[in-house]
């Protein structure tokens, strides 16, 4: 009975639902099906690049974002004093919204172009990062209560940081150079995704200022004219 009620709950989340009372009684639960979702997940991401490392083939390098990702997440938005604000709240929430990266493990490449192959994982890429970045935009609003633009700065200021480090990390191990792009011989179904986080990266870059400074008023008002409730 509680996974039929962890599988509803984490749908409901998806769809931009607030889950039952039971997430609250049965954390570890919800969390371990997360952490699950996340594992399978960053398996299937890697299962047929021939690129990835062997944690990448074991979807650790997964489980390991989601812990970070949440950490982020906690730690940035915590100042502005959001209700109900814990790790643990937050942790399961990123776990929850998981599932729809299993797009990723679909191996268009088999059955595909190679071009339209590649289309197909930027398109993949988009639509798993539009939705969470929606999610991420609601949880803020209905759960941690914040409101107006504080939501758009607390969500924002993590995703720029973390597209800048997943486009200097490149997961993908994708071979590009500046001048020549990529080589015949190196091209991969990933090349498209990879591109599109390289872009969104530069203009995370330019807007990072804007957003610190937006920020830092957040801060201010949630401390002088909100008071807030801290968890």
């Known amino acids: 009975m509680i996974l039929i009620s962890i599988i509803r709950d984490c749908a409901r989340v998806l769809t931009f639902r607030q889950p039952s009372v039971d997430i609250a009684r049965h954390w570890p639960a919800y969390l371990a099906?997360?952490?699950?979702?996340?594992?399978?997940?960053?398996?299937?991401?890697?299962?047929?690049?021939?690129?990835?490392?062997?944690?990448?083939y074991l979807g650790l390098g997964s489980v390991a974002y989601v812990f970070v990702l949440?950490?982020?997440?906690?730690?940035l938005i915590k100042p502005l004093k959001p209700v109900?604000?814990?790790y643990r709240s937050v942790l399961i929430f990123v776990t929850l919204t998981s599932p729809p990266a299993i797009l990723y493990a679909i191996p268009v490449e088999r059955f595909l172009a190679p071009d339209i192959a590649q289309a197909a994982n930027?398109?993949?890429?988009?639509?798993?990062?539009?939705?969470?970045?929606?999610?991420l935009f609601w949880f803020l609003k209905v759960i941690a209560r914040l409101s107006g633009l504080t939501i758009v700065v607390a969500s924002l200021l993590p995703i720029t940081l973390i597209v800048i480090s997943l486009a200097l990390l490149?997961?993908?191990?994708?071979?590009?150079n500046l001048m020549s792009g990529i080589n015949p011989d190196d091209r991969s179904p990933n090349?498209?995704?990879?591109q599109i986080v390289t872009l969104l990266a530069i203009f995370s870059f330019m807007s990072a200022?804007?957003?610190?400074?937006?920020?830092?008023?957040?801060?201010?008002?949630?401390?002088?004219?909100q008071g807030g409730i801290d968890d």
């Open 33 to 56: 099906f997360g952490l699950i979702c996340s594992w399978l997940a960053g398996v299937g991401r890697y299962w047929d690049n021939p690129k990835a490392e062997l944690w990448q």
């Open 70 to 75: 949440a950490l982020i997440l906690w730690v």
């Open 84 to 86: 109900r604000w814990s």
């Open 122 to 135: 930027a398109w993949f890429l988009g639509i798993v990062a539009f939705w969470r970045v929606a999610l």
């Open 170 to 176: 490149n997961l993908e191990h994708v071979v590009f």
């Open 191 to 194: 090349d498209i995704a990879y």
């Open 209 to 225: 200022p804007f957003l610190i400074i937006g920020y830092v008023i957040a801060i201010v008002r949630a401390h002088v004219y």
